[in-house]
């Protein structure tokens, strides 16, 4: 299957810095997520995505054309949700989105009916004739989702579309959002900071860090493999040196321990070994397990493990919190 | 079961689209009359409309006026070419003009960059150079409507009270004179207001500086020519004045500079459009849209 965007080493450099420095992708269809801190460099890539950029080096192809040579073909064929929030006030709805489907090139009878029609499958249906300056930032998020597939693009590029969503509103965009990828076919490229919305959404994942490929792949490949064992010591009264020991012993033993309190993320080379590993430190130290479970690896882990490497993305600030990329 | 043949679902939901796609043609054409539409303030709420048409119904006043008084004046006692001619009807309206378009590219242009549909446009099948086409349209059209319009409903006016030009030869070289006078002062102000409205975020600040730069450029030319004693070819800097001199010259009359020659005048007129023009293209090809 042909990558929906691909790049040899890309590099945009702009006076005063590099935002993208040899960047080499292959993006699937599917749903992508585009992740990285504020700077990754992602904003730049889907600019040159558009050709509203052109690289200072390097080439990038979308859907098979060259975004600075072909761009009036290819963007015909592209939706785009840009991440700024400020849209045309005075203007309605249903108007902002049948206009653009215009200038997307459908005759003015389509536009108008498929500008209801996406309208109504984000769920803004009831609301279309409403002024977008009166509209929630969660509905305008919808209007600009709806803009963006109204004119049936091959692929959609949205560029932070929960942002500024409350929970609930988030989960039914990123529903949206999936539903234009299973029910129409439409493929999407949208950009987060925000890791467990494109795990939990996108099929694909290109994790940036100050312009350079943190990751690239499939969910699966990336996020699906383990991620180690977590354990639950209990701390006992007669022997509380037993949790010290047991973490002792897992170092000696080669494996890795991420330690709070008593609860350790132990990351090894192989499962099954660092199973055998913990029931033998713990069988040592006769210390008693409260809780014992396989982690999944997240992106979360891939960007830590990124930052222990050397780099410190967003501005030194390390991994944490797990809702949002270092 | 009655079945009829002629059942169909007019409302099927979201679905994909085969049908043919109408390019940057269609898109230059989307933007401009959308461009129009929002300078006019249609389907916008009540207030936007309020400037606009306070503008069209100064410009459209004297014409309704002057074809009143052809209309009702008894027998040939007046007779309507002696209130305003079609060159001099202008004279009425210059300052309708120079506010419409100062009001006209600010929303054009300014608003584009400052609510982000300026990158919304620019990630459709147009690029800066089709998209600044559009807006061109946008703004001449739209200009046309005051210096095209009430010169047009003097023409059909005097026409219908029977003291329009004689002949249809006259009445067609009459209206290929109004059209050409119209294009003439829509395309340096045109050009001119796109590139203050190119230099700056603020609609107000472009207005203002719209009506500064229409306003000052006679000063200038006068303290050149007259204060300074220099070449009357100084007018030519004059703004305010070489559209409207340009009209008199298609009508084939002398003007208000009749040192001048016409090939002067129309000199004048490219060169405030080129110069207008030229910004713009210079402004947004820096412009950097998105990072």
Known sequence: MSPIIETRGLVMEFPSTKALDGLDLAVPPGVTGLVGANGAGKTTLISLTLGLLRPSAGSISVLGLDPGSDGPTLRAMIGYGPERNVLPDDLRAYDFVRHLAEVKG???????SRASDSLYLVGLGEERFRALGTMSTGQRQRVKLAQAIAADPKFIVLDEPTDGLDPVQRDEM???IRQVN???GIDVMLSSHVLEEVERVCDNVVALDHGTL????SMDELAGVSGGIEIEL?????RPESVDQIERLLREGGATVDR???VFNVVGAADDELFDLVAASVAATGGRIRRLAQRRRSLDDIFTVHADSGSQPDGGTRAGARSSAP | MNIRGDAQISARGFQPYHGPRSGVAGAVRSVSVESMRATLGLGRPARTKIFPVAAVAIAY??????????VLSPGDLLDPNDVADYASYYGFITLAIILFSALVAPEVLVSDRRNGMLAMYLSTPLHRGTYLTAKMIAVGLTLGLVTLGPPILVLLGYTFDGSGPDGFANWMATLFRIFVSGVAVSAALTAVSMAASSLTDRRAFAAIGIVLVVL???ILAAALVEGAGLSPYWWMLSLFSMPFELVNRIYGEAGDFPELSTAAVIAANIMWTVIGVAIVIWRYSKLVIAR
Do not use: Y
């Open chain 1, 106 to 112: 459908l005759p003015r009878d389509e536009a108008r």
């Open chain 1, 174 to 176: 990123l529903n949206i």
């Open chain 1, 234 to 238: 209990v701390e006992l009264a007669d």
């Open chain 1, 214 to 217: 943190v990751a690239q792949g």
């Open chain 2, 216 to 218: 000052a450029s006679p």
């Open chain 2, 61 to 70: 006043g004297p014409a309704i006026v002057f074809v009143g008084i052809s």
């Open chain 1, 182 to 184: 299973r029910e129409f």
């Open chain 1, 260 to 262: 709070a309190g008593t």
